[in-house]
């Protein structure tokens, strides 16, 4: 594991709720102020409840338009971005929830949206020999009937701007520019924006949704579940790293 790495989530971990909480704590021992106290309780509890992180999330996923295979339209490639395999074992793959990507994903191919699938997706210092995640959904493709010339895995790459730049670099050997890009509805925002910095026309087509629509709001929205700190975080890295993203598109 490398150091870069591990200062990388150190530092993703002092701008989420969880540090927030940690640094309150810290700062009620060195001073002895139960207002500290109160403020990490108020963190914790505004962080866990359904309402905030429901709140969060769907700022996220109504950022673009939920499509059907039907009505998605056509276009050179479908990308499948990673994030879906739980952890790998000899011959098998073990999915997240997120595996909406992979399964919508040959859907679309099956329906002629695009001649070929490409999957992005690399893998961790930690699991150093194992297949990559490219290559796990390469593989679950081909067994459901997509042909191996139609079927393309980006290699080498570990975070959503890395697998922009690689399929840049595919982009530079064969014609490719108008993509659909595949991922968890809550991703896509950033995730767009990243492709579309390498020059790519893309469609963005959301699954995996979080938040399920239409529910009457009641005092279980007030009732704090280790799930939705979980769903809070997940939301404000995505919130964070866009507008990361776009204040360095302003300063460039």
Known sequence: MSLAYI?????????????????????????????????????????SIPRTADRLLVALEEAQPRLSVEACPEAEAIVV????????????????????????????????????????GGIFEWLEGKPTEGELMREAALRRGVPAEASRVLAGSRTTAQEAARLAELAAREPLRRIILVSSAHHLPRAALLFRRQGFEVVPFPVDYRVVRGQPLTVLAFLPQAASLLNAETALKELYGLAWYRLRALLD
């Open 7 to 47: 200062l990388r989530k150190a530092a993703t971990l002092a701008i989420l709720p969880l540090g927030w909480i940690l640094l309150l704590l810290v700062a009620a021992l060195v001073t002895r102020r139960r207002s500290f106290i109160v403020a990490a309780l108020a963190v914790l509890y505004l962080c």
């Open 81 to 120: 971005l990673g994030g879906l395999a739980a952890f790998f074992a000899p011959g098998l793959a073990e999915w997240t929830d997120a595996v909406d990507r992979l399964e919508q994903a040959i859907a679309l191919y099956q329906a002629g949206k695009a001649p070929r699938l490409v999957f992005a």
